[in-house]
């Protein structure tokens, strides 16, 4: 009888868990669904929440769909064992997958096999295990991890994502790629609502445009932009550019470098404390302390503003403007209120223009004057507008001046109409040489003689060994004149010279001076920091003043000059 009982007990006890079991999987499982076909975007059922509401509740997990489900404690404990076709739902979540784990009381889930996330109509996570914790939203993906979100793909080994806040990480290696680049790196956080991506540690950043390398990058999916936010390093098929800060547009080439940058290629670099760039263009200009180099010339030029095009290779620079040209021997420094380089007719030559308030130094040559032309090819410099140098003794005036470098031949200098050469012998005393036009040789940095070509006058004190004997006035169509430790060794009149030795005790004070005579010692710069020093004018002249021409030399400088409109 009580074994009787007994069976039945059991048997009852049976059907009972039976239909308690088919109970719950009516209740969790709404549906068989279909299976998809590789490839194809889910479906999602319809009533099913899209938008999240700014502080989600903690809602269970719910499954809504599998071919088989059953609980084994053997297999996995507390949870269960979801087969085939798998679809699980927690708050606008979607979660499709081969098979998976539902923890319920904990309210996780671990899916594996073709996983697929959806949230809305925001990203989709794709992984091959996903680990889903519903109390946070969050799920770590694992293995072929794909986060999609429009044209961008965030591709890694292992990706946490954020349901909540919409934002995906990965911290041993990946990669972003969208419809303008390819990012990798090995730190990455993927801020998916504002289409923003924080990389860090070994940056690369391309495409057949470009490489950029970095420490840190802020960059937009959706503009292309990079945010430069520690050493970054961008190079195209021309140039290289290097920043601490700033941004660059990968889709049009525009940058604007912040800190610390640097725009060069294998003939000429730029510094600066900001430089806006555009590599499409081939254009950009800088500000705050400039430097440009040309390596191939040995010319630095410095500034606070610049403008230069990459094309026509021309530069535009204001502002304390300095040009400084590097010798072995003896470097030349330079500054006028505007600098601008040109090509020249020659591939691969310069031509330096300075306009308005010229000065420059060199320890054995120094000069003012208001415009001026050098040309790389050959060294030669072209003064303008009553130009004036000095070198040791000596002082070079004419309307018109043009030195020539002729390595190893002696350098030459062209004093070319109202040319005017003074050498101070003391504080009351001076040689002087004047005529239409002068050419002087320079031999071991120092002037070694004139040939005086029309309209010829020459004022020097005569000497019998160290002894001044009388002052030498003379007059000739042409003169040829020695120099010996910068003081007239030797002078040649061709052609009816005239002349008179007049005695030292007899000389006027006038007669001391050829007319026009103007010594500019006070306005001569002194060092190279002098050549920033603005001059009042000159000493007052002996005699009547010259009249120097203002007007710059037909064919000159004009040519050299590129019209305005090519300034930008």
């Known amino acids: 009888m009580a074994s009787g009982l007994k069976n039945i007990a059991l048997i009852f006890a049976g059907r009972f868990l039976f239909f308690l079991a088919l109970a719950m999987v009516s209740f969790v499982v709404r549906g068989q669904q279909p299976v998809r076909p590789a490839g194809t975007p889910p479906v999602i059922p319809p009533g099913l929440p899209r938008k999240s509401p700014e502080y989600p509740e903690k809602k269970r997990i719910e499954i809504l769909n599998a071919e088989f489900l059953e609980y084994n404690q053997a297999i996995v404990a507390n949870a269960q064992r979801l087969i085939g076709n798998v679809l699980i739902s927690h708050n606008e979540v979607l979660m499709w997958c081969d098979s998976a784990y539902a923890y319920t009381e904990t309210n ?55 349901l909540i806040s919409n934002i995906g990480y990965y911290d041993d290696n990946g990669k972003i790629v969208d419809s303008t680049n390819v990012l990798t790196s090995q730190i990455a ?26 420490d840190t990058v802020k960059y937009n999916t959706e503009t292309g932009i990079f945010f430069i936010q520690g050493p970054t390093t961008i190079r195209d098929s021309v140039n290289t550019i290097y920043a601490e800060d700033g941004w660059y547009d990968s889709r049009t080439g525009e940058a604007q470098l912040l800190k610390n940058p640097l725009v060069y290629n294998e ?21 705050g302390m400039i430097e440009i180099i040309d390596i191939e010339n040995n010319v630095i030029i410095k500034g606070r503003n610049a403008w230069f095009d990459e094309i026509s290779e021309m530069a535009f620079i204001t502002d304390s403007a300095q040009f400084i040209m590097i010798s072995d021997g003896d470097s030349l420094f330079l500054h006028a209120d505007t600098l601008k380089t040109v090509n020249d007719t020659i591939p691969d030559e310069k031509i330096i223009l300075a306009f308005y308030g010229v000065r420059f130094f060199r320890t054995d040559l120094q000069g003012k004057c208001d415009s001026l032309v050098y040309f790389s090819r050959d060294s030669t410099i072209q003064f303008f ?75 020097y004190y005569a000497r019998e060994e160290d002894n001044i004997i009388g002052l030498n006035r003379a007059e000739s169509s042409k003169i040829k004149i020695q120099f010996r430790d910068g003081k007239i060794f030797r002078i040649s009149f061709l052609g009816n010279p005239e002349g008179k030795l007049t005695p030292l005790d007899q000389v006027e004070e006038e007669g001391r001076y050829l007319t026009g005579f103007d010594w500019k010692e006070a306005i001569r710069p002194v060092s190279r920091s002098d050549i920033f020093r603005k001059t009042a004018g000159s000493l007052p002249e002996k005699g009547s003043s010259r009249e120097s021409s203002e007007t710059t030399p037909e064919g000159k400088i004009q040519e050299a000059i590129p019209a305005e409109e090519e300034i930008r």
């Open 108 to 162: 996780r889930v671990d899916a594996f096999g073709n996983v697929h996330i959806n949230q809305g109509d925001t990203a989709h996570l794709y992984a091959d295990m996903i680990h889903y914790d519903g109390d946070i939203s969050f799920a770590r993906a694992i293995k072929n991890v794909r986060l999609v979100n429009k044209t961008t793909t965030l591709s890694s080994d292992t990706v946490d994502y954020d």
């Open 189 to 214: 956080r993927y801020y998916v609502n504002e289409d923003i991506v924080y990389f860090y540690r070994d940056v690369v950043g391309y495409n057949e445009k470009y490489r950029l390398e970095s």
């Open 267 to 287: 003939k000429q670099q730029m510094t600066g404390d900001v430089i806006d760039y555009d590599r499409n263009k081939g254009y950009g200009k800088a500000r």
């Open 385 to 459: 507008n009553s130009p004036v140098l000095w070198s040791e003794i000596h002082q070079m005036s004419a309307d018109y001046i043009e030195m020539r470098s002729n390595a190893p031949a002696p350098d030459e200098v062209h004093l070319n109409t109202n040319a005017f050469i003074i050498s101070r012998q003391d504080s009351l005393m001076f040689d002087q040489v004047k005529g239409k036009n002068m050419t002087g040789y320079i031999v071991d940095e120092q002037l070694d003689r004139i040939f005086v070509d029309g309209n010829g006058q020459t004022i």
